[in-house]
């Protein structure tokens, strides 16, 4: 079994009608200096500390704030077994730009080079934790948001948050990551006429320009049947859904479900500002 992270297309599919798309290969990116960045972690976590692994990311992230003064917790979610991979957490970081970024990782892991490992963020992150909570491993991806991706702040005041949350990496040929962003921008009113509330789409770092992120929220555990049967059923979904195909676009996705600091689901970011609603029932995954 590939990683989620990995391409699973072999050689001779990475050509769209017959010959790679030389033309958009050669178009310029746009939105690229003003581009919100995330690092996206995907996360083994143990059957039996699931729930306090997310419990414990809360609470240190609602205690500390930003580990990098301009970074926000963006989603913190657990992978609903049946879907994917478990036991599985998955949690996004907000920069906004790659500037902050960058200028934030300088700082955070500078005790790499100092003798006493004075600094350590992981020291400074999980040092608290019970014994055996945070022995995991996982792997992190940076991501760019596309222009047409709502900010926390929008969300919010749209209301968008779900039972549950629809979450797809992306797989296109070479350098058409672009492209095919463009074209799901169009998806969007389709996707939430089904009954889906569009969280963001992304653009994968450091990969050939051929892997990205999609993630929707699914406002009742109750709608997801009906928009499974919709998105092989409706006229416009199939259209859209024969357009990405031919484009030679492949999805790997999974439900997630919200921990109980999952910033969407109660209306504001992590931050110093904010402290757990301790009337809010955890959910279990």
Known sequence: MSHPYEPTRKPGSYEVGGAIDREALLKPATHTREERIYCHELLDISVKHRRA????FSHWADATGSVAGTNRAFGV?????????????????????????????AGAWSHFHSDDGAGDIWAFAWGGAAEGVT???????????TAY????EELYANGVKG???LHYHIN????????HLGHLESYVPIAERLGLKFVGSYRTLFTNDDQG???????????????EDARRTDKEALEWRAEAAARGVTYDGRVLVGAKSNPL?????????????PNQKPVNF
């Open 213 to 227: 992120l999609m993630i929707w929220a699914l406002p009742k555990f109750a709608d997801w049947p009906a928009y």
């Open 77 to 105: 979610w657990g992978t609903i077994g049946m879907s994917h991979r478990w036991a599985e957490g998955v949690i996004m970081w907000e920069w906004p730009n790659k500037a902050a970024m960058f200028d934030g990782l």
């Open 172 to 179: 296109t040929p070479p350098g058409m990551i672009d492209d």
């Open 149 to 152: 991706s709502p900010t926390m």
């Open 265 to 277: 689901d109660r209306g504001h970011s992590i931050s110093m500002d904010h402290e757990p609603d």
């Open 163 to 165: 039972e549950a949350y």
């Open 135 to 145: 022995d995991t491993q996982g792997m992190d991806r940076l991501m760019c948001s």
């Open 53 to 56: 692994y997310l419990d414990h």
